[in-house]
């Protein structure tokens, strides 16, 4: 992956599970987000393969009508929410039911209310980005993401610039989601405390060496990696190994 | 003793810093630091110190002793750690038994993550380099507009074969954007327009005699020229910079990412409303742009000049044809799409930054402006060929 001639990661082989909360972490700057931007098709990578169960060819490879039907299988909670800021939040879950034509005006607007009331946001229907807090921005992100019943969700910080307590909802907001719809969940965070919660598999990326340094279940790799890089960012250590 | 500083206060002559280095025959190095060491009082320069570390044969160590500190600020810590970085390079030993613990915890934080050399430095290209740059950009700049109108006409084949998808709030929004809410200030310019023509012409003619061609110099001027290309400039600042300003921030919050990804196309969810509305509005807006310019022109003709208003808009038609008026609607449609692409290409392909979006913004407005002047030059020699 790369911006014109600059290497953001390379070497990068990982795979994800069906129905598993995959977190891909690393330090800022160690492009996590890009990575994401790759996976939900928003960057081609400069080489390389990405491969999604149930298609014969890579995200990029695909003819875009094919590539077009794949994308909605993705629900994506952007970092900031990116709420269309001139639509209510019913609005803002509806647009997705309206384009594909899933339903008709009155089961579009009660699916908007349920996706809402999913994420603890009954009665806002009405209100604009502009009138909630932080929180209730993240989550109504997560009802549109959810608009569509997606296969796959990808949530890029879902915990940024939340309290500790609304974090934590979050995360219980999205374990729920694993386990009551059976979703498959990536979330790119760097947030300890939502890793060792919600992460059944990871890939730790490294932005010196530009690359994976350990994959695997978050808690094993504190338990067993031997990499000092690896115990410095999962314990907040400040010693890294590279004197 | 092998160097001492002393630092005074100007005013009154007091000695406020004291700085006193010297070798010891183990080798050691001593700095005694005293006084008041902080910044604004003229503090020593750590060159001194930095000369003897590193004057062969290198000190085994250096002892930091501050026993006779008044006071510090970081000033203190910038001398010290000229010294411990001096120090570190020639891997002499520091010992900051003797400071302060502020200043030992405060110099530990500074030092605990080591400076990076690799900083890419910018070198300057040399001259054929920077042409080549500015090419392959100026060639990157055409393609990408080319690639974004020929997206923009796609979607619009879309429209009318019924495919395109945008919400009709929308559109409706646009139209009120570019047309109800400009009327105003559209107005207002055209109508001081008219006025300053009918003046200029008035100051001439009158010295022929042929005052009543004002009513033909406003008229044609304002019809053909000057109604499409005042009113195209006031889009362009207000609804061209608004359509930007307006794109460029969803992309900095990636509510255009967020389109992408549910699959539903920005062309025609963003571009193609708001490039319809100001198409179709343009016009329109040319057309008030002419009346209210006429009558700019009438109400100088009527004041200064004594000729009635009916003398006045019965010269006028006389004066003015039809291909006049066409030939000015024809100008402010093509305007209005021109504003329209440029101002949501700029913000479409803006970065993601609150700086870009000033960017983008200054960059569509100049070239909208640009656009209008050069499409002017271009229908205005083709219109003398054709002799519309």
Known sequence: MAYGDSVVIQDLNFSVNEREIFIIMGGSGSGKSTLLRHLIGLQEPARGTILYQGTSSGLWEMAPPERERLLRRFGVLYQGGALWSSMTLAENVALPLQEYAIADAEEISELSSLKLALVGLAGFEDYYPSEISGGMTKRAGLARAMALDPDIFFFDEPSAGLDPITSRRLDDLILDLRDSLGATIVVVTHELASIFTIGDNSVLLDGESKTAIASGNPKQLLAESSDPRVHAFLTRSRETGRG | ???????????????????????????????????????????????????????????????????????????????????????????????????????????????????????????????????????????????????????????????????????????????????????????????????????????????????????????????????????????????????????????????????????????????????????????????????????????VSASMLGISPVQYLEETKRAVGLNHLFLGLFMSFVFGVLVALTGCMRGIRSGRSASAVGEATTSAVVTGIVNIVVATAIITVISYVLGI
């Not at chain 2, 044609?220 to 000057?226: F, H, N, V, W, Y």
């Open chain 2, 1 to 299: 003793m092998i160097g001492q500083e002393v630092a005074e206060d100007g005013t009154s002559g007091v000695q406020r810093v004291n700085l006193e280095y010297a070798r010891r025959p183990d080798g050691t190095l001593h700095v005694a630091l005293g006084g008041e060491w902080k910044l604004g009082g003229g503090l020593p320069a750590p060159q001194g110190v930095l000369e003897e570390i590193a004057r062969p044969p290198h000190p085994q160590r250096v002892m930091l002793e501050t026993s006779v500190l008044a006071g510090w600020d970081s000033g203190l810590l910038t001398f010290l750690l000229a010294v411990v970085s001096r120090c570190t390079e020639l891997g002499v030993e520091v010992d900051r038994h003797g400071l302060p613990e502020g200043v030992k915890q405060l110099l530990a934080l500074a030092t605990a993550v080591p400076a990076r050399h690799a900083r890419r430095r910018a070198t300057p290209k040399p001259f054929l380099a920077r042409v080549g740059d500015a090419a392959i950009g100026w060639r990157n700049g055409w393609r990408d507009t080319l690639a974004f109108i020929g997206e923009a006409f796609v979607s619009l084949l879309g429209l009318l074969t019924g495919k395109a998808r945008f919400r009709r709030s929308d559109l409706l929004r646009a139209l009120q954007d570019c047309g109800a809410q400009s009327l105003g200030i559209v107005a207002l310019i055209n109508l001081l327009v008219g006025i300053i023509l009918a003046f200029v012409g008035a100051i001439e003619l009158r010295n022929f005699g042929a005052q009543i061609y004002v009513a033909h110099l406003v008229g044609i001027g304002m019809l053909r020229d000057i109604a499409p290309i005042m009113t195209g400039i006031i889009v362009t600042g207000r609804t061209g910079a608004s359509f930007t300003a307006e794109l460029a921030t969803m992309e900095a919050n990636q509510e255009i990412d967020a389109l992408k990804t549910l699959g539903i196309p920005p062309m025609d969810f963003l571009v193609l409303p708001r490039l319809l509305a100001l198409s179709l509005m343009m016009p329109l807006l040319c057309l008030y742009a002419d009346l209210v310019g006429i009558t700019g022109g009438l109400v």
